[in-house]
């Protein structure tokens, strides 16, 4: 049975999670206390284990539940940042290192724990402000330098062994690994300290990076697209799921008039029952016309990609290209093709730049429409992605109405603010006023967008 002030701590890391957009619900909070009545909660890889198969559902947010359980539930036995020694002796930053490379080729990660807890104790100090102590990890490991020991850490590991082989690859492999438990320890010993300082909360706002698929396209950093990236096949998958179940259990079909009247002859002329014909599940077709200029261009191609992995679930998926001209790119995305390497290939070799380079829409529909004429008909769901900045020039609304109305249905992505379309140069609230335009911000909406909208 936990003890009630354990049940309080247990309740703030389950608000923690939840803030960091980690989904934990009334029952997996009961599961969690119960894994503290069942476990050794002084074993911190018990507890860790125990409390994480209960509230991380995806390995998405595995990440941030590691983070936010070093804050509530740090180790015991490291130097508390209040027995410091106001003026501790200065370091020897080569003794360090020597003993750096010592465990380094030891692989003891107890050890190495133990080290970046002195290290952070002897060389992330500072003074951020008067009569009050901070601690920085690229503080340790600058003075620590551990990227310079790894041609000394190869040659002990090698030990004469011919280089370029299959024991060389293992060699950087175990280094790779082994500096990556240094940093990891490091980070884990500045955020415990900066806790005890400041409040778990405080240091959770500043350090918990947003899920994945909650960070925002267009302020999306090159690791963050990376991420993403990864994210393409498992989101197609949940999305193919649902749209089949969507498709199989879908509305029923239209009123079969002639059934309807018949049946309501048996209470008196009252249609109580209706009559449906069978429903027809069909795949509709899908053309994504995209604006790829730089400023969204994370945002359309994580987009196509999407597409381009859920191509089973429509009859015909074609993929159209624009900055200030137009181009079909769905050949890069051909079946079976590296979706990272067909994005790559779409800025190199696709024509989408007919004068400057900056986005026309306008001229960009116009090329569409009189070169694809048949692209979009009455059986295509068209989804327009981009922003709308149309660097003051003409909107093409004309040309995109008439693509509207030909379509089945179409629908705008714009991964803007609502609140930003019209300023400046955009012209998002002139398009949305023929087309449904939604925003779309990060990957999260987009699934919900996905599913929501195309039609089956």
């Not at 381009?308 to 624009?322: C, G, I, P």
Request: charged share 25%.
């Amino acid at each position: 049975m936990a003890r009630p002030g354990l049940l309080s701590h247990l309740a703030d890391f389950v608000r923690a999670l939840r803030e960091a957009g980690i989904p934990v619900g009334v029952s997996e909070g009961i599961d969690a206390a119960a894994v503290l009545g069942t476990v050794d909660v002084l074993d911190r890889r018990q507890l860790r284990e125990g409390l994480a198969s209960v509230v991380v559902k995806r390995p998405v947010h595995r990440p941030n539940f590691d983070v936010l359980f070093d804050l509530w539930w740090p180790r015991v036995g490291g130097t508390t940042t209040t027995d410091d020694d106001p003026d501790p002796p200065a370091p020897d930053p080569e003794a360090l290192r020597a003993e750096l490379a010592r465990l380094l080729l030891d692989g003891d990660d107890d050890a190495l724990r133990r080290f970046a807890r002195e290290a952070v104790a002897a060389l992330g100090r500072a003074e951020s402000t008067p009569g009050r102590q901070s601690f920085f990890s690229y503080r340790v490991l600058r003075a620590l330098s551990p990227d310079t020991l790894v041609a000394q850490l190869l040659d002990a590991l090698l030990a004469g062994a011919d280089r370029g082989g299959l024991a060389e690859q293992v060699a950087r492999n175990t280094i790779r690994e082994r500096l990556a438990t240094l940093r990891a320890a490091i980070e884990e010993e500045v955020r415990r300290r900066a806790a005890e300082e400041r409040g778990p909360d405080a240091v959770a706002r500043s350090t918990v990076r947003p899920l994945v698929d909650q960070v925002d396209f267009l302020r999306a950093q090159q690791q963050d697209l990376a991420a993403l990236r990864r994210t393409v096949a498992p989101l197609a998958r949940r999305l193919a799921a649902r749209l089949a179940a969507k498709r199989r259990h879908g509305r029923t079909g239209r009123l079969d008039f002639r059934r309807t009247v018949r049946s309501s002859l048996a209470t008196g002329g009252v249609p109580i029952v209706t009559h449906h014909r069978p429903h027809r599940p069909h795949k509709p077709e899908l053309v994504v016309l995209c604006d790829v200029s730089g400023s969204v261009a994370g945002f359309s191609h994580f987009t196509l990609m999407l597409a381009a992995a859920l191509r089973e679930q429509f009859s015909r998926v074609r993929a159209f290209a624009f900055v200030d001209t137009c181009d079909e790119v769905t050949r890069f995305f051909a079946p079976g093709a590296d979706l990272v390497t067909a994005t790559q290939r779409l800025s190199r070799e696709a024509d989408l730049v007919w004068f400057d380079g900056h986005s026309d829409y306008g001229h960009a529909f116009e090329v569409f429409a009189e070169r694809w004429p048949e692209a979009v008909g009455p059986k295509t769901s068209l989804l327009v992605l981009g922003d709308g900045r149309t660097n003051y020039r003409a909107p093409g609304t004309s040309t995109l109405r008439g693509l509207v109305t030909r379509a089945r249905h179409a629908y705008w992505l714009n991964p803007e603010p609502q609140r930003q379309w019209g300023s400046g140069d955009s012209a998002a609230d002139v398009y949305a006023e023929h087309i449904e335009m939604v925003e779309c911000r990060n990957a999260e909406q987009l699934a919900a967008i996905v599913g929501r909208l195309l039609p089956v």
